[in-house]
C-alpha cells in the first residue's frame, strides 16, 4: 500500500493519523504540491484533479479524497463503527469538516500562514464550527458513540491548528485534542507550510489563491 501525500496538508495528516493508530504499515511517497510535484503527467495519471491525498493499493487500485480514504481503512476496525446510524453520524461529521472546519479554518489559516488575502469573514464560519463541536462535545468524550472514530480523526487535523488562524479552542475541544493526542500509536508529523507555499513562489493548481 502506498500513500501519495503532502506533509502540510491537513487532508494528508489525517490518513496518516489512521494508519498509526491501526499500526499499518504503507509506503509514503512524498508529494510537493507548491514545487509543482502534482503538475505532472505522472501525478495527473494517480489523480486527474491533482490533488492529494492518494492512495494506491498493492493491486494498483487507487483511491482519492481523504474522508473516503478514513472510510475504507477504517472498514472493519473499530475507528468506523458497525451500526447504521453511527455510520451515518460519522458521515455528518465528516463532511461537517470538509464545509465547515475546512472552509473556515483551514482556508484562512493556509492564507495567512503563506501570506495570501482573505475574507476575515470566513473566520465567523471557523469559530461557529468549533462552538458547534465544543456544545457536541459536552458529556462526551468522542464525537460518536463512546470509542474514538474516523470522526474524530477528520475533525482533528485543521481543529488542532485554528488558532494559525486566529481562532481559539474552546474548553471542550481543547479537551478532546488532548485525548486525541493521548491515543496508541497518535504521531504528530503535521509540519507547517514551507516558504515554497508562498505566492510569486509556488507552482501548483492554487496558484489562483494569491
Given at each position: ?103 473556515g479554518i483551514g ?12 475574507d476575515a469573514g ?89
Amino acid at each position: 500500500m502506498r500513500l501519495y501525500d503532502y506533509a502540510a496538508s491537513g487532508n494528508c495528516f489525517k490518513v496518516r493519523l489512521l494508519l498509526g493508530l491501526l499500526g499499518r504499515e504503507y509506503e509514503r511517497v512524498a508529494v510537493d504540491i507548491f514545487a509543482g510535484d502534482t503538475l505532472t503527467d505522472a501525478f495527473g495519471a494517480l489523480n486527474p484533479l491533482r490533488e492529494t491525498p492518494v492512495l494506491e493499493l498493492s493491486d494498483g487500485r487507487r483511491l482519492t479524497q481523504s474522508n473516503a480514504i478514513l472510510w475504507f481503512l477504517g472498514e472493519g476496525t473499530p475507528f468506523l463503527p458497525a451500526d447504521p446510524w453511527e455510520r451515518g453520524l460519522v458521515a455528518s461529521w465528516l463532511s461537517f469538516e470538509q464545509e465547515r472546519v475546512m472552509g473556515g479554518i483551514g482556508g484562512p489559516r493556509f492564507r495567512a500562514l503563506t501570506g495570501r488575502p482573505f475574507d476575515a469573514g470566513r473566520l465567523d464560519t471557523g469559530r461557529g464550527a468549533l462552538a458547534h463541536l465544543d456544545d457536541h462535545l459536552h458529556g462526551r468524550e468522542w464525537v460518536v458513540g463512546g470509542v474514538p472514530s474516523i470522526a474524530d480523526l477528520g475533525l482533528f487535523p485543521y481543529v488542532s491548528v485554528a488558532g494559525d488562524a486566529g481562532l481559539e479552542h474552546p474548553p471542550e475541544v481543547a479537551a478532546w485534542l488532548d485525548r486525541v493526542r493521548a491515543l496508541p500509536g497518535f504521531v504528530d508529523d503535521f509540519v507547517t507550510y514551507p516558504e515554497n507555499a508562498r505566492p510569486g513562489v509556488a507552482r501548483s493548481i492554487y496558484d489562483s489563491m494569491n
